[in-house]
């Protein structure tokens, strides 16, 4: 039978937020606004099963309800959650046993890995381990995806290479009407790859294959990682498929800033680019999400220190100072490496700016590099020779694709 957990919040939001979180993992989850309510359904809760419950509820509160399992000889897991962070309540809710007390704004990174673990989901490759960011650009594409996610439009997530656009497409599909359906995930670099490969007698073999992946998804979601690596085979392909499915499925799919200039440039057939994008959401490079970036590195220190059995405790000022200016052409990803590195190499509690070692030149104003008609020819000089000939890291300077590079340096016989 599978595991039961009571939401016990009157922040309404607050209450659907974590139900959406915990959704995929096969736990009945029934929600309630007032203590009274959890405790008459908690009569029937056997060991094991799960209490999240809000410090304080219009008739209660949480150590109460603690007090009460325990008369009752109940013995299920409470987490209390709270968004007053004072150590006064925390040891008074510890004190009748919580399994934990945690922060409302750290929901997604502990709790829901709590509970994860809890219920036996550890193995689940699905899962990601990720940090509800709180930056305004994000929060600006997040809320974009909220109001888009119950619709049934097609979306395309475009951002820089790194940003985390695949998991806000997991997002809005977690957040549609569709999320008790399967998701289809298709990676288009991979689909490339295959087209390469290809040869007359594949084609047919290619376009089933596509047709099956569509076929899994009717009435759900097909999400679409990276369409501008499409091959123009491909394109055609997914083209094809779209057009002649029966029930054609969402489609979300992620793109990189350049695929507008794809399509001007008829890299991209603009028919396949204009049926996906019936909905856009810009997600901003992390040099523009400045709260996040410290955020996002304290989050995976926490992670890294679990990694490496260490205990560094914080970035101290020259890191922190170093890790604001850097431009973070490969973003969270680039991110995500560099504190790892550093935590590894750190000898002590406190990272220096001496354990930072960036995977990207800081480029001080990325912005330079952005492509205009009139200069593009000395600006991707400029990049290829910044980034030491390295072209993947030019491309990104220049938040174009590496394949437009390529096609770019031809066009202006570069070397
Ligand atoms: N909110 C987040 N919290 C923690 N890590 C994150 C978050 N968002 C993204 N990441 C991490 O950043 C890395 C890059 O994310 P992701 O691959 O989704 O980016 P992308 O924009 O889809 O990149 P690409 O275009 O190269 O595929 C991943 O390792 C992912 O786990």
New binding site residues.
């Given amino acids: 039978m599978a595991r039961q957990i009571i939401i016990s919040d009157d922040n309404v939001s607050d209450s659907n937020e974590i139900k959406r979180l915990l959704s995929g993992f096969g736990a009945d989850i029934i929600q309630t606004l007032r203590i009274c309510s959890a405790k008459e359904l908690l009569t029937k809760f056997k060991t094991g099963d799960i209490v999240i419950c809000d410090f304080k509820l219009a008739d209660g509160n949480a150590v109460e309800l603690m007090e009460w399992l325990d008369h009752k000889n109940i013995g299920c897991n409470v987490f209390v959650i709270t968004d007053v962070e004072t150590v006064a309540d925390a040891v008074t809710s510890f004190r009748p046993g919580a399994k934990d007390y945690i922060n409302k704004r750290l929901i997604?990174?502990l709790l829901i890995p709590k509970i994860k673990t809890l219920i036996g989901r550890d193995d689940d490759d699905n899962f990601?381990?990720?940090?509800?960011?709180k930056s305004d650009g994000?929060l600006r594409a997040y809320s974009a995806a909220h109001v888009v996610a119950p619709t049934n439009l097609n979306v395309m997530?475009i951002?820089?290479?790194?940003?985390?656009?695949?998991?806000?497409?997991h997002e809005i599909y977690d957040m549609s009407q569709q999320c008790d359906r399967p998701c289809v995930l298709m990676d288009c670099?991979t689909l490339h790859y295959l087209a390469l490969n290809n040869n007359t007698k594949q084609q047919p073999t290619l376009l089933d294959a596509v047709a099956s992946q569509f076929r899994k998804a009717q009435g759900s979601t097909v999400i679409l990682?990276?369409i501008q690596q499409l091959s123009t085979d491909m394109q055609s392909i997914m083209l094809h498929v779209i057009a002649n499915c029966k029930q054609p499925p969402r489609i979300i799919a992620?793109?990189?800033p350049d695929i507008s200039e794809m399509v001007i440039e008829g890299g991209f057939l603009s028919a396949l680019f204009y049926k996906i994008k019936e909905f856009t959401i810009a997600?901003p490079p992390l040099r523009d999400c400045q709260d996040?970036i410290m955020l996002?590195a304290d989050?995976?220190l926490r992670h890294y220190n679990q990694e490496f059995h260490k205990q560094v405790k914080r970035f101290d000022a020259s890191a922190q100072k170093e890790m604001r200016v850097h431009s973070w052409s490969g973003?969270?990803?680039e991110?995500?490496h560099v504190v790892r590195v550093a935590v590894l190499k750190s000898r002590g509690e406190i990272i220096t700016s001496k354990e930072l070692d960036f995977d990207t030149p800081n480029t001080g104003a990325h912005i330079q590099f952005k492509l205009k008609k009139d200069d593009e020819k000395s600006k991707i000089t400029s990049a290829i020779v910044h980034a030491n000939g390295n072209l993947t890291q030019a491309a990104n300077l220049l938040g174009i694709s590496l394949r437009t590079l390529l096609v770019k340096r031809k066009k202006y016989g570069l070397k």
Wanted: zero cysteines; aromatic letters at 10%; glycine letters at 10%.
């Fill in positions: 997604r990174e990601q381990l990720l940090f509800s960011r994000y997530i951002g820089e290479s790194g940003v985390g656009k695949e998991p806000l497409a670099g990682d990276n992620t793109a990189s997600l996040d996002l989050f995976y973003n969270i990803r991110l995500k």
